[in-house]
Protein backbone atom coordinates (compact mmCIF):
# COMPACT_ATOMS: atom_id res chain seq x y z
CA UNK A 1 0.00 0.00 0.00
CA UNK A 2 1.08 3.92 -1.41
CA UNK A 3 1.73 6.01 1.66
CA UNK A 4 2.40 9.72 1.48
CA UNK A 5 3.09 11.73 4.70
CA UNK A 6 3.95 15.35 4.19
CA UNK A 7 5.66 17.96 6.11
CA UNK A 8 7.36 20.79 7.01
CA UNK A 9 4.81 23.32 6.83
CA UNK A 10 4.39 26.42 8.61
CA UNK A 11 3.43 29.90 9.54
CA UNK A 12 5.92 32.24 7.70
CA UNK A 13 6.22 35.94 6.68
CA UNK A 14 5.99 37.43 3.20
CA UNK A 15 9.74 37.24 1.82
CA UNK A 16 10.45 33.84 4.15
CA UNK A 17 10.96 30.42 2.54
CA UNK A 18 9.62 27.00 3.86
CA UNK A 19 10.85 23.21 3.16
CA UNK A 20 8.32 20.77 2.50
CA UNK A 21 8.91 16.70 2.53
CA UNK A 22 6.88 13.88 1.27
CA UNK A 23 8.02 10.56 2.99
CA UNK A 24 7.08 7.47 0.58
CA UNK A 25 6.67 3.96 1.72
CA UNK A 26 4.60 0.70 0.36
CA UNK A 27 6.22 1.25 -3.17
CA UNK A 28 9.24 1.43 -5.33
CA UNK A 29 9.67 4.98 -4.74
CA UNK A 30 12.87 5.29 -7.50
CA UNK A 31 10.12 3.70 -10.41
CA UNK A 32 7.50 6.96 -9.36
CA UNK A 33 6.73 10.79 -10.68
CA UNK A 34 6.43 12.95 -7.80
CA UNK A 35 4.38 16.13 -7.57
CA UNK A 36 3.12 18.42 -5.27
CA UNK A 37 -0.43 20.32 -5.60
CA UNK A 38 -2.08 22.79 -3.02
CA UNK A 39 -5.32 24.07 -2.11
CA UNK A 40 -6.63 27.25 -0.60
CA UNK A 41 -9.78 27.78 1.35
CA UNK A 42 -12.67 28.09 -1.39
CA UNK A 43 -10.58 26.95 -3.94
CA UNK A 44 -9.94 24.47 -6.18
CA UNK A 45 -6.58 22.32 -5.80
CA UNK A 46 -4.02 23.54 -8.09
CA UNK A 47 -0.85 22.07 -9.60
CA UNK A 48 2.51 23.52 -7.88
CA UNK A 49 5.30 21.32 -9.01
CA UNK A 50 6.26 17.73 -10.55
CA UNK A 51 9.53 15.78 -10.99
CA UNK A 52 9.86 12.59 -13.02
CA UNK A 53 11.12 9.09 -11.35
CA UNK A 54 14.78 9.80 -12.64
CA UNK A 55 14.34 13.47 -11.21
CA UNK A 56 16.04 14.64 -14.53
CA UNK A 57 12.61 16.39 -15.21
CA UNK A 58 10.85 19.05 -13.93
CA UNK A 59 7.80 20.86 -14.14
CA UNK A 60 6.33 24.43 -12.58
CA UNK A 61 3.51 26.31 -12.58
CA UNK A 62 3.72 29.83 -13.65
CA UNK A 63 2.85 31.02 -10.63
CA UNK A 64 6.01 29.66 -8.80
CA UNK A 65 8.54 29.47 -11.21
CA UNK A 66 12.04 30.81 -9.96
CA UNK A 67 10.39 30.46 -6.64
CA UNK A 68 9.98 27.10 -5.78
CA UNK A 69 12.58 23.87 -6.58
CA UNK A 70 11.24 20.08 -6.47
CA UNK A 71 13.77 17.11 -5.69
CA UNK A 72 13.63 13.97 -4.49
CA UNK A 73 16.28 12.16 -2.42
CA UNK A 74 16.05 8.13 -3.28
CA UNK A 75 18.08 6.82 -0.40
CA UNK A 76 15.57 8.90 1.50
CA UNK A 77 12.20 7.48 -0.39
CA UNK A 78 11.73 11.43 0.12
CA UNK A 79 10.42 13.93 -2.44
CA UNK A 80 11.02 17.66 -1.08
CA UNK A 81 9.86 21.35 -2.27
CA UNK A 82 12.12 24.44 -1.23
CA UNK A 83 9.88 27.74 -1.40
CA UNK A 84 11.57 30.80 -1.36
CA UNK A 85 10.58 34.15 -1.53
CA UNK A 86 7.07 33.61 -0.37
CA UNK A 87 4.14 35.11 -0.55
CA UNK A 88 0.48 35.41 0.88
CA UNK A 89 -1.17 33.59 -1.77
CA UNK A 90 1.07 30.56 -1.38
CA UNK A 91 -0.91 29.49 1.80
CA UNK A 92 -2.48 26.49 0.92
CA UNK A 93 -2.61 23.27 2.02
CA UNK A 94 0.67 21.37 0.15
CA UNK A 95 -0.21 17.96 -0.89
CA UNK A 96 2.44 15.52 -2.61
CA UNK A 97 0.90 12.88 -4.72
CA UNK A 98 2.38 9.92 -6.70
CA UNK A 99 1.89 8.15 -10.06
CA UNK A 100 3.85 5.79 -12.56
CA UNK A 101 3.47 8.50 -15.03
CA UNK A 102 4.84 12.17 -15.01
CA UNK A 103 1.84 13.33 -16.93
CA UNK A 104 -0.98 12.24 -14.92
CA UNK A 105 0.76 13.51 -11.97
CA UNK A 106 0.92 17.23 -13.50
CA UNK A 107 -2.65 16.37 -14.92
CA UNK A 108 -4.14 16.07 -11.57
CA UNK A 109 -5.15 12.26 -11.25
CA UNK A 110 -2.27 10.84 -9.51
CA UNK A 111 -3.39 7.69 -8.35
CA UNK A 112 -1.38 8.11 -4.66
CA UNK A 113 -1.69 11.21 -2.26
CA UNK A 114 -0.78 12.78 1.10
CA UNK A 115 -3.18 14.11 3.44
CA UNK A 116 -1.15 17.65 2.95
CA UNK A 117 0.30 19.99 5.39
CA UNK A 118 -0.79 23.53 5.76
CA UNK A 119 1.87 26.24 4.86
CA UNK A 120 0.49 29.84 6.03
CA UNK A 121 2.12 33.26 4.71
CA UNK A 122 1.27 36.31 6.75
CA UNK A 123 2.00 40.03 5.02
Known amino acids: QVQLVESGGGLVQAGGSLRLSCAAS????????MGWFRQAPGKEREFVAA????????SYADSVKGRFTISRDITKNTVYLEMNSLKPEDTAVYHC????????????????WGQGTQVTVSS
Open 97 to 112: AADEKVSTVVGGTAKS
Open 51 to 58: ISWSGIST
Open 26 to 33: GWTFSSYA
